[in-house]
């Protein structure tokens, strides 16, 4: 494990850092390159997601960076796995998503004409 976070700790580290592949480095997680090329801001995002779900009371910062990694590896292999598209991590894929479900009509919202 690396032993940066003494310093400042986990999360000010990543926040310091400059690019996602700097992060993954860090945290010591393999990654795909073109996997990050065509979802590094939703990847991060994501992971944002996790960690704001996390309540990090009573941890020392090994177990944060243990943490933290497990989220970053979970985020990156929900695009693994998926699409952007498919995640909707970002509004506006989920206002489009929206407003797709309201132009819907199923079949049997139709009637037949009367005569």
């Known amino acids: 494990m690396t ?4 310093e400042n700790g986990v999360i000010a580290h990543i926040a310091s850092l400059s690019s996602a592949e700097d992060i993954f480095t860090y945290l010591l997680l393999p990654y795909e390159q073109g996997v990050l090329n065509v979802s590094r801001l939703h990847i991060m995002k ?15 910062e090994e177990e944060i960076f243990l943490a933290t990694r497990q989220h970053l590896k979970r985020a990156y292999t929900d695009f ?3 699409t952007p598209l498919k995640e909707k991590v970002f509004k506006v894929f989920t ?3 929206a407003e797709h479900a ?3 009509v199923s079949i049997d919202q139709i009637g037949l004409a009367a005569k």
Do not use: I, N, P
Request: charged content about 40%; proline content about 0%.
């Open 3 to 6: 032993k940066r976070y003494e």
């Open 46 to 60: 994501r992971m944002g997601q996790y960690l704001r779900g996390t309540d990090f009371s009573g941890y020392d």
């Open 80 to 82: 693994v796995d998926s």
């Open 95 to 97: 206002d489009k998503a």
């Open 102 to 104: 309201a132009r819907f």
